[in-house]
């Protein structure tokens, strides 16, 4: 496979910050979120109110520490051997020969949407798009992430490929959940983005987990109202 850096992603797009929600841009007249946002939703709704809305700070976890050193040193790597190369480039190359990109910007300001996707793999007959993570299991909030990865991705281009969303081990080559980023797939993202800017609108409740092991672990237990 071809190592490629695409280098003509930033848009030239209409950006404000929202005036209530840190992280929230409002583009093209419209809400839009961090997609790994939607990894803390499934966590705990409640989450993202203290941090975002309510603006309350707490350090780091020794975990997501640990995970931004291992990401950092392999994207110094894959930089060692990669090439630069346009998005549009990139996507004609990988029509004959199978390409590599790490660290790609996707945003769709039609589905309020922005992030950056660990790997993609783009080869004549699909995109893998791939999402690293520390462990070895498939939560649903994951998978939301990554479904809404391929979103993002799949809004961005005008090709046929069949798209499929992935999630791998951390540092290792083992990937272990993927699907095909179908009609379901997409449904189903698009009603999880659709309940996110429900809690911008202030129209539905921010809804704290159930698992009070969670809550023993989080960070922001001693904001919670709820314990």
């Avoid at 994207?75 to 004609?92: D, H, I, M, N, Y």
């Avoid at 893998?128 to 991705?153: E, M």
């Avoid at 083992?174 to 999880?192: G, L, P, R, T």
Wanted: net charge neutral; charged share 25%; with cysteine.
């Amino acid at each position: 496979m071809e190592n490629k850096i695409i280098t003509d992603l930033n848009k030239d797009l209409d950006i404000k910050y929202h005036p209530n929600i840190k992280g929230v841009q409002i583009i093209e007249g419209k809400n839009n979120f961090p997609i790994s946002w939607l990894n803390q939703q499934g966590y705990c709704e409640y989450q993202l109110y203290l941090q975002y809305f309510q603006g309350v700070k707490v350090g780091e976890t020794q975990a997501m520490t640990t995970g931004t050193n291992v990401h950092n040193q392999l994207e110094k790597k894959f930089q060692e051997s990669a090439t630069p190369a346009t998005f549009e480039e990139v996507l004609e190359f990988s029509k004959t020969e199978k390409t590599v990109t790490r660290e790609m910007f996707v945003i769709s300001p039609e589905y309020g949407i922005r992030g950056f996707i660990d790997e993609i793999w783009m080869t004549p007959e699909e995109f893998v798009i791939i999402d690293d993570k520390p462990g070895n299991r498939a939560y649903g909030s994951t998978i939301n992430q990554v479904r809404a990865y391929c979103l993002a991705f799949k809004n961005m281009i005008n090709d046929k490929r069949k798209i499929v969303g992935a999630l791998r081990q951390r540092g290792t080559d083992n990937i272990f959940w993927s699907e095909e980023f179908d009609e379901d797939a997409q449904k189903s993202i698009k009603f999880i983005i659709d309940r996110m800017n429900g809690l911008f609108e202030g129209e539905k409740p921010f809804i704290k987990t159930k698992n009070p092991n969670k809550c023993k672990s989080c960070r922001f237990q001693s904001y919670c109202i709820h314990d």
